[in-house]
């Protein structure tokens, strides 16, 4: 039989796709080429003599490349994206206990539910004050070991339930979500982008009044004096309870800490597609909201201003596993008296693979084998050693 090629080797992921989508996208590459035919006639033979029990328990009868990924990108960042193939994926914890390099770009003057411009629109905040300056010096208390709340769009357990779930279905989650010690090595400016001097913009759909009000108390949005809107939310939206019957679509990819692999999938179709939806919509009595009573149309100095006139940053950081780079863009939106949300992230750097160096194009698998088959052979062969030690 020929040689069977498995282990480890990194992708740059494109921006828009999930990394459970990249799994699905080298899986059909993979699992017709030459490189890997060997490794799949060996799972053939394998299967034939497994007993009958554990064919009845497989639940996938299909024989594809056996891929996985160590530490999930959301799908509107980029940059590496590490993969094991076969007996590879079994090393993929260790990337987990890491550090990773991000490029991020925080754009100030609002904040949404997901921490990103992805999400829906909470609130807005006047961000005319913020200057590089001011951020430099709120830099200073995310450097070095910190405590930090991560999103509610995050897949971390409360209750056995991961707490996307719960955004998702617009119930409140049933203690706060409590703060983790997480480290950061390495924070700096990169550069400082004027307001109208970039290309990015915040997102125009508004969330619903109760998803404001959930977000009052899960976001600590209200735990800021300076956010604008604050004290316009009546005692009568703070009764609105969610309705689960209102959707809207939500990429739900956010699996930090977490190594996903497509032979023991840790979330259901539905939670990992980009179709996902979340609760959202009307309050409980089924009227729309007065004007007055919406806190992103409460503030008329800021409405009046264009929403996309607003500055931004785009920063580098290092830092150790169970970091929140969304988390970072929106406490720093309140350390400098505004709100912030991220709009930009690549992870240049993972472990002993960087962006540039040794981290296969995305682009070359949809290539003649030819082109990328020699490149991924070598990226893990290289990663040969990690797999015997």
């Known amino acids: 039989m020929s040689k069977i090629?498995?282990?480890?080797?990194?992708?740059?992921?494109?921006?828009?796709?999930?990394?459970?989508?990249a799994i699905r996208d080298l899986q059909r590459v993979f699992n017709t080429s030459a490189l890997f035919a060997p490794w799949i006639e060996a799972e053939r033979a394998r299967r034939d003599v497994e007993s009958q029990r554990q064919r009845k328990r497989r639940?996938?009868?299909?024989?594809?490349?056996?891929?996985g990924h160590g530490g999930t990108l959301d799908p509107m960042a980029t940059g590496v994206l590490i993969m094991g193939v076969g007996k590879g994926t079994k090393r993929l914890q260790n990337f987990l206990e890491c550090t990773k390099t991000y490029e991020a770009t925080v754009l100030f003057g609002a904040a949404t539910d997901s921490y990103d411009t992805k999400g829906k629109l909470l609130r807005r905040a006047p961000c005319e004050h913020v200057t590089r300056a001011k951020v430099e010096e709120a830099l200073k208390r995310f450097r070095g070991k910190i405590m930090q709340r991560?999103?509610?769009?995050?897949?971390?357990?409360?209750?056995?339930?991961?707490?996307?779930?719960?955004?998702?279905?617009?119930?409140?989650?049933?203690?706060?979500?409590e703060e983790r010690p997480v480290e950061v090595k390495e924070l700096e400016v990169l550069e400082w982008l004027n307001a109208g001097a970039h290309e990015y913009s915040l997102p125009e759909e508004?969330?619903?009044?109760?998803?404001i009000y959930l977000a009052e108390k899960v976001l600590h949005l209200g735990d800021s004096p300076d956010v604008p809107g604050k004290e316009e939310m009546g005692a009568s939206d703070r009764e609105i309870?969610?309705?689960?019957?209102?959707?809207?679509?939500?990429?739900?990819?956010?699996?930090?800490?977490?190594?996903?692999?497509?032979?023991?999938?840790?979330?259901?179709?539905?939670?990992?597609?980009?179709?996902?939806?979340?609760?959202?919509?009307?309050?409980?009595?089924g009227n729309e909201e007065s004007p007055e009573s919406h806190p992103l149309k409460s503030s008329p100095e800021v409405k009046a201003k264009d929403p996309s006139f607003v500055p931004a940053v785009?920063?580098?950081?290092?830092?150790?596993?169970?970091?929140?780079v969304r988390s970072l863009a929106h406490d720093l939106g309140e350390a400098v008296g505004s709100l912030a949300c991220m709009c930009a992230l690549v992870r240049t750097r993972q472990?002993?693979?960087?962006l540039g160096k040794n981290v296969l194009e995305y682009g070359d698998i949809e290539k003649d084998e030819s082109v990328w088959s020699p490149r991924v052979e070598a990226l893990i062969e290289a990663s040969q050693h990690s797999i015997e030690s």
């Open 150 to 177: 991560p999103p509610i769009y995050s897949a971390l357990r409360m209750d056995g339930k991961r707490l996307y779930e719960y955004a998702r279905e617009g119930k409140e989650v049933p203690r706060e979500i």
């Open 241 to 285: 309870q969610p309705s689960p019957r209102a959707k809207r679509k939500r990429s739900l990819d956010d699996v930090e800490d977490e190594v996903v692999t497509n032979k023991r999938p840790t979330l259901s179709q539905e939670a990992t597609d980009p179709s996902t939806l979340m609760s959202g919509a009307l309050p409980a009595n």
């Open 314 to 324: 785009r920063l580098r950081m290092n830092v150790t596993s169970g970091f929140y």
């Open 59 to 67: 639940r996938d009868k299909r024989i594809q490349v056996k891929i």
């Open 5 to 21: 090629v498995e282990g480890l080797f990194a992708i740059n992921k494109p921006p828009s796709i999930s990394s459970a989508q």
């Open 351 to 354: 472990g002993d693979y960087d």
């Open 206 to 211: 508004e969330a619903e009044i109760e998803a």
